[in-house]
């Protein structure tokens, strides 16, 4: 039971981990520094004459 | 149900604060810094001879058109939307430029609005001293919940935001604006780059312990951007004394002379846009307005109060609007009220083409129901040679 509950911790630490460290600190960044890409809009807005 | 709570919930609340101190003490060491990135120097021996630069997305040299026109004192750097592509013999960046010698050079074209000014110039910060800079408003802007995303791309270039995460005289504050303004807009960003998540995490974190000041110090591993231009554009001033009366007279004339409709704007646009098959015209009405509540006054505010720490010489000209088109042009008064509040509050100097009324619409200030005509442009240089020129 003690070990199910700690298996269980540590897969929610490394998921949780994981997902702050790739989407939120962006750690791919420190190894693979970006090439630039163009960034853009994916809305075009047309403009009214009237 | 207790199981579950024994088995995943407890778990994932441990290992949620586990993952968070770890995270936090990651932060505390370098293993999540990367080095410095060399700096970028773009540099010119001389910036383009053109006055008018609808776009800097094409080549990143056009952007040392922006930097060369601030950091030259003489002439004067000029911010609008579309009514810079209209023709006119007296679009200011041709009229004063050709005979006057005035230097002026124009930015922007349909949708640049005051956040994306605001950004533009926040970027070259350092240029704004002593800049003659005069920004054309236009009142449909405020109907409209600011600079739309596509525009601020096109105009605040990935440089632009290199140079204002990196500048640490920049406050946390404008910084955030900007984060909260790309945050609210990342769905409609493709291919955002580590400097716009710099913006939008140094926003999104800001109140998150040990994440605020992890995102914040971030700045010094943006490459920092250089401009340089080895000679300023001057041009020769010429001595010519213009009796603007009676061009302004002469303009009038013959616009009206020019125009077979009833409200006063260029025939085909007429009969393309306003009359309808039956012979009845399109009337347009101008939207409520909350002076308390609205994105593009907030943004002309953060514009007014760069410019006053700036040190730089501003001018306004507020355009105006087709009252024999639009109605209920009067719901523009309370922001116009604002805005000349604000302008006169900080003396800084303003025209005035806006007015609700028919009555005193006077004919050729516009082309159509929104674009500047002869007359607004005219009335336009004299208030800038007026201004700048003859102090």
């Known amino acids: 039971m003690k070990n199910r509950i700690l298996r269980n911790i540590v897969i929610y630490f490394i998921l949780i981990t994981g997902y702050l460290l790739l989407y939120v600190v962006d750690i791919e960044h420190l190894f693979y520094r970006e090439k630039e890409q163009e960034v853009k809009s994916t809305i075009d807005f047309v403009y009214q004459q009237f | ?391």
């Open chain 2, 1 to 391: 149900m207790k199981l579950f709570v024994k088995y995943h919930i407890l778990p994932l609340i441990c290992g949620l604060a586990l993952a968070f101190f770890s995270i936090l003490i990651l932060f505390k060491t370098d293993a999540l810094n990367s080095s410095v990135p060399p700096k970028k120097v773009l540099s010119s021996p001389r910036p383009s001879n053109s006055q008018y630069h609808s776009t800097l997305v094409s080549d990143e040299k056009t952007e040392l058109n922006l930097y060369a026109s601030l950091r030259e004192k003489e002439g004067i750097t000029l911010f609008g939307s579309s009514e810079l592509g209209v023709t006119s013999n007296y679009l200011t960046y041709n009229f004063l430029t050709d005979s006057l010698g005035i230097r002026v050079d124009a930015f922007g074209h349909a949708f640049q609005q005051n956040f994306a000014v605001f950004c533009q110039l926040l970027a070259f910060k350092k240029e704004l001293k002593d800049a003659k800079i005069c920004f054309i408003l236009s009142p449909g802007w405020f109907e409209q919940e600011g600079t739309n995303i596509e525009a601020f791309l096109e105009f605040v270039r990935p440089n632009f935001l290199k140079r204002i995460a990196a500048d640490p005289t920049i406050p946390l504050q404008t910084k955030l604006e900007i984060g909260r303004y790309l945050h609210e807009n990342y769905g409609a960003i493709e291919n955002p780059g580590s400097t716009i998540n710099y913006f939008v995490n140094l926003y999104r974190y800001r109140k998150v312990y040990g994440f605020n000041d992890f995102f914040r110090d971030r700045f010094q591993e943006i490459q920092p951007v250089e401009y340089a231009v080895e000679a300023d554009k001057k041009i020769q001033r010429k001595s010519v004394a213009i009796n603007w009366d009676k061009r302004l007279h002469d303009a009038e004339s013959l616009f009206v002379a020019s125009v077979h409709n009833s409200i006063f704007v260029n025939d085909s646009y007429f009969k393309e846009y306003v009359q309808k098959e039956d012979g009845s015209l399109h009337t347009g009405t101008f939207s409520e307005m909350d002076v308390k509540r609205n994105r593009e006054l907030d943004d002309f505010m953060l514009l007014v109060d760069l410019l006053v720490k700036s040190g730089c010489k501003p001018t306004f000209v507020i355009q105006g609007m087709n009252p024999y088109h639009y109605e209920n042009l009067e719901r523009f008064n309370p922001v116009l009220t604002k805005i000349t509040q604000t302008l006169d509050r900080h003396k800084i100097p303003y025209l005035n083409l806006f007015t609700s009324k028919k009555t005193s619409y006077q004919p050729g200030t516009l082309i159509d129901i929104m674009h500047m005509g002869d007359v607004s442009w005219l009335k336009m240089n004299e208030f800038l040679v007026k201004h700048y020129d003859e102090k």
